[in-house]
């Protein structure tokens, strides 16, 4: 090995050097990536497991760099959060989403929910409410079809504010759900505090159904838990049927995933 030591580090440093330059890059062009119509939506169904009927899609979204192609959201959500961007392009994804769910409503489809990914950030920010409202009085979407999909750490940031902006969320007629659930540091306690309409069960916990008792276990106890507290649950990242046959058994409400559908733009959904 001490031979290609040498040719070893060219590699790895020039990987390295890619690597910061790409980072470099995303920082970069994430500055006029909004203006210049760059971002794009794909929504994925969450499915009744009882019926199969389709009762929310989940807005995911891409960018559609001019130099990398698309972009997955796990490479510059977290550099916009830091940036404080998330602002505006949650705002961005937010009208999109809302306005989308309406046109399928005026298509006639039997209506279903649109669920939206909020970061921390956005809902710190003192307009966020306001923003919801406004966005729902723009699209003419009813309040009742807009989910928001929060994670787990909004639950560990004591924080009375925050409380509070869930609150007037739901009275305005917003759902709210806890996303990732069971990754984060949770403490049962949390769940107290606020009463959220649906927990959703992370990927990994599903992933390891199928092979892992332990798997079966979480899953089957975060089922029983949120029923306990009136809430309902979905399970994400359901690739195969053994997964499915065990969270009907167990009683989960809903799922999400490649078994039912990747994540697409919304002309390739075919709607019933
Ligand atoms: P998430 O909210 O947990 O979304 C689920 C992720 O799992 C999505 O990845 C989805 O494409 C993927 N997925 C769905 N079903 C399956 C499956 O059966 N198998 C596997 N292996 N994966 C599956 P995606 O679209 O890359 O999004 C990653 C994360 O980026 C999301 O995780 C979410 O936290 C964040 N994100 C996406 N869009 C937004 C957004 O508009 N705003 C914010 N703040 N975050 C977003
Ligand atoms: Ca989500
Ligand atoms: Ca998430
Ligand atoms: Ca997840």
């Not at 949120?226 to 499915?244: C, F, P, R, S, T």
Request: charged content about 25%; proline content about 4%; hydrophobic content about 35%.
């Amino acid at each position: 090995t001490k031979k290609y030591g040498k040719n070893n580090y060219t590699v790895y440093s020039r990987e390295l050097d890619t690597n910061t330059a790409y980072k470099l890059s995303i920082e970069r062009d994430l500055k006029t990536a909004i203006h210049q119509e760059q971002f794009t939506l794909h929504y994925q169904p969450i499915k009744s497991i009882k019926t199969g009927e389709l009762s929310a899609m989940e807005a995911l979204i891409r960018w559609n760099h001019p130099v990398h192609g698309l972009i997955p959201p796990d490479h510059f959500i977290p550099v916009s959060e830091e940036s404080g961007q998330i602002v505006s392009i949650g705002k961005w994804v937010l009208r999109e989403s809302c306005k989308q769910n309406k046109l399928w409503q005026d298509l006639g489809h039997r209506p279903f929910k649109i669920a939206v990914n909020i970061s921390t950030i956005q809902l710190k920010h003192q307009n966020f409410v306001f923003i919801v409202k406004e966005i729902l009085n723009e699209t003419g979407l009813d309040p009742k079809w807009l989910e928001l999909e929060v994670t787990e750490s909004i639950l560990m940031e004591d924080n009375e504010i925050l409380k509070g902006v869930l609150i007037e969320l739901k009275d305005i007629g917003v759902s709210i759900s806890i996303d990732d659930f069971g990754t984060g540091y949770t403490s049962l306690s949390y769940l107290r505090q606020f009463s959220f309409d649906r927990v959703k069960i992370d990927r990994s916990f599903i992933k390891d159904i199928s092979h892992d008792l332990n798997g079966k276990a979480i899953t089957s106890t975060i089922i029983s838990l949120a029923h306990k507290l009136k809430m309902g649950v979905i399970a994400e990242g359901i690739e195969d049927e053994i997964q499915l046959a065990f969270l009907k058994e167990e009683d989960c409400d809903e799922g999400q995933g490649y078994y039912f559908s990747r994540p697409l733009p919304a002309e390739m959904h075919k709607i019933p």
